[in-house]
């Protein structure tokens, strides 16, 4: 039975007992709205640890647009459900005074890989990122954390913050869990109408199709120019970025001499995508 925690204090309590009998602890931090994504992340911490947290936080910080933060899903029962039938010893759920308590002044920011992508469309996002990962490898003193490769910049940065401030916490990053169709699950998702929800998935075939015509000789940005093309006619919009980048430290890519990723954010009526692959 998964045990539900709020306290900070009565969280380290339980997770000092557990240390004290020789257990490794694995945490899988998340916003809640869990789907099959999250779920492959507590099982892939059940094989590599002795006891499971997995955390369920709306984190403020990481929210540009106050209705985007008032609009997320959120189903406690039904993530509490799905959490016990993974065998998930706690479900660490603190409010936002517990992790934001009256006076917290500190931010923890990473520069450089933050910059680019996602940091120059969501200013903060990323200092929200790193600032509630720290607390939350703070309050759960957890030996392993996992994340999906699905926010590939998101899984740098905690990778980047973890090593620079010597956090004794090891950083997993899980495959991408994908519907049958190839869309990236996401909590966002069941925002999607029905019509909406049947051209999502063209999104993960233009990916594909284009990190292929790279691979096969094609010039980088006639085919990712190709590929936008292709996107803005299927029915999406505004496409924030579609760029090749370097897998170490996200730099600019124009060929393929060194491992790379293909990243995305564009949006589908009023719901915001965001997917990458390797190329």
């Known amino acids: 039975m998964t045990e539900v925690i709020r306290s900070a204090d009565e969280l380290r309590e339980k997770v000092a007992g557990w240390k004290r009998s020789g257990m490794l602890v694995g945490v899988v931090p998340t916003m809640g709205a869990l789907h099959e994504g999250h779920l492959s992340l507590a099982r892939a911490a059940r094989e590599q640890s002795d006891r499971v947290i997995v955390t369920v936080f709306v984190n403020p910080m990481q929210f540009n647009n106050a209705s985007d933060l008032e609009k997320y899903p959120r ?14 010893d706690v479900l660490f759920a603190p409010g936002v005074d517990e992790v934001y308590p009256d006076g917290f002044a500190t ?31 703070g309050m759960t003193q957890a030996g392993r954390a996992f994340f999906g490769e699905k926010d590939w910049q998101q899984l740098q940065v905690v990778q980047r913050f973890v090593r620079d401030l010597n956090i004794p916490v090891r950083i997993i990053g899980c ?6 169709d190839g869309l990236a699950m996401s909590s966002r998702n069941v925002r999607l109408s029905a019509a909406e929800r049947a051209v999502a998935p063209v999104l993960h075939a ?21 590929a936008q093309a292709a996107l803005l006619e299927a029915g999406f919009r505004d496409i924030e970025y579609l760029e090749l980048r370097t897998v170490d430290g996200l730099r600019p890519a124009s060929d393929l001499s060194q491992p790379v990723r293909m990243l995305v954010a564009l949006w589908l009526a009023d719901v915001r995508l965001i997917d990458n692959i390797a190329v």
């Open 107 to 137: 931010t923890v920011s990473v520069s450089g890989i933050t910059e680019p992508l996602e940091g120059a469309f969501r200013p903060g996002h990323f200092d929200g990122v790193a600032t509630v990962c720290s607390k939350l490898f």
């Open 175 to 180: 495959p991408t869990i994908r519907e049958e």
């Open 75 to 88: 189903d406690e029962a039904h993530d509490l459900a799905l959490l016990d039938s993974e065998g998930v």
């Open 206 to 226: 233009v990916m594909q199709a284009a990190a292929s015509d790279m691979r096969e000789g094609k010039a980088v940005q006639a085919a990712l120019m190709d």
